[in-house]
């Protein structure tokens, strides 16, 4: 029986862990940490340990099929991160909540309706990748 390998993890000064850098350019910081980590890396922001999964199976494996396992930290009363933004919603939800929603978003993800819209995502995505090139020229 193999041993489960260690999440690599961002190296950084212990009390601020990556925040400096994160804080600076989040997105420059998680692109790097991907480029030079793989798919799955930890990395800590002050005392908070954080992961970043990339792999469409690693995300899979952690939102839908051990959803229980891998809790997303989200607390109505004190909202961190994302859940400032977006409150309780799929991203941020979990258990019966998270369920709810994830039913009502089904059929948006039906293959006929996506086939639809294809046109307009390559578009949207084309447009966005224009922007990411013109003001990160080093990716």
């Known amino acids: 029986m193999s041993t489960p390998k260690a999440v690599p993890q961002v190296k950084g000064p212990f009390l601020f862990g990556n925040l400096p850098e994160f804080k600076a350019n989040s997105f420059q910081a ?71 929603q994830r039913r009502l978003m089904q059929p948006v993800f039906q293959r006929s309706y996506i086939s639809t819209m294809l046109p307009q995502m390559v ?5 966005l990748l224009a922007r990411w090139q013109k003001r990160y020229p080093t990716l």
């Open 123 to 127: 578009v949207a995505g084309n447009n």
């Open 30 to 100: 998680l692109c790097d940490w991907h480029r030079d980590h793989g798919d799955l890396v930890g990395f800590k922001l002050a005392k908070q340990q954080m992961y970043l999964i990339s792999h469409p199976k690693l995300v899979e494996q952690t939102l839908i099929k051990q959803n229980d396992v891998f809790v997303k930290m989200y607390d109505p009363k004190k909202p961190k991160g994302l859940a400032i933004i977006l409150g309780q919603g799929l991203v941020t939800s979990q258990g019966d909540l998270w369920r709810t």
